[in-house]
């Protein structure tokens, strides 16, 4: 699977926007970018994912750069519960994820 | 909101001794994963499952562990004969189509002994 490089750490302050970067300069044309999240002694939770155009919905955004060999997750309003570490994740043909180190997110009352 | 429900939530076992992981997935999933996180460590990929066979497994996945789902709902991971290094939170995963969300459950904690 095409691997992906994120910062190992991020600090936002409470109700601020966060924007997580990721790159992923060796995507293949059919791999979709997934972002995924752990909070504290949880399982992952799905985030978001996209293909090419950026996508929306009510956790997040995703912005893909038009080579798509980067891509941002963006938290619009960060709560003290979006604390968790992100997961940056391409998904081929054959389905299964792989697990990198992820961002680990702190966020600041 | 659907969820993926697995137990026990915690498994204590003695070193040699067999466990069984359950795991209850959304109804209409197709696709079953199921990860190992080592604490403090990565979620790492343990094997994939699509219709009612393994379709990819990872070098972890050795002949101690095996998959199946007995009865078309419940879909488990045991381990033959647990060794101190198979201690780690186990998540079952599951999809229903191609590249779709995957959820997770919250987790079974094995601790071998």
């Known amino acids: 699977d095409a691997k992906t490089t994120q910062p190992n750490s991020m600090e936002s302050n409470e109700e601020e926007p966060v924007h997580l970067p990721c790159n992923h300069s060796t995507i293949s044309g059919t791999d979709y970018i997934h972002w995924y999240r752990q909070l504290p002694s949880q399982g992952p939770e799905y985030v978001i994912h996209g293909l090419t155009s950026n996508v929306n919905n009510r956790m997040a955004s995703l912005a893909i750069a038009e080579d798509r060999k980067s891509s941002t997750l963006i938290l619009h309003r960060a709560t003290l519960r979006d604390a968790a570490v992100y997961y940056c994740?391409?998904?081929?043909?054959?389905?299964?994820?792989?697990f990198g180190t992820g961002t680990s997110l702190t966020v600041i009352p | 909101e659907p969820e993926v429900t697995q137990t026990p939530s915690h498994q204590v076992t003695q070193m040699g001794q067999e466990v069984i992981l359950r795991c209850v997935p959304i109804s209409n999933h197709l696709y079953f994963y199921w990860y190992r996180q080592i604490l403090g460590q990565k979620v790492e990929f343990l094997v994939s499952?699509?219709?009612?066979?393994?379709?990819?497994k990872s070098e972890i996945f050795d002949d101690q562990f095996s998959v199946e789902r007995p009865d078309g709902s419940n879909f488990t991971l045991k381990i033959r004969s647990t060794k101190l290094e198979d201690s780690a939170m186990y998540f079952c995963a599951t999809h229903r189509g191609r590249n779709t969300e995957a959820f997770f459950g919250q987790g079974t904690r094995l601790t071998v002994v």
């Open positions: 499952f699509y219709n009612n066979e393994i379709s990819e």
């Open positions: 994740i391409l998904r081929g043909t054959g389905n299964q994820f792989y």
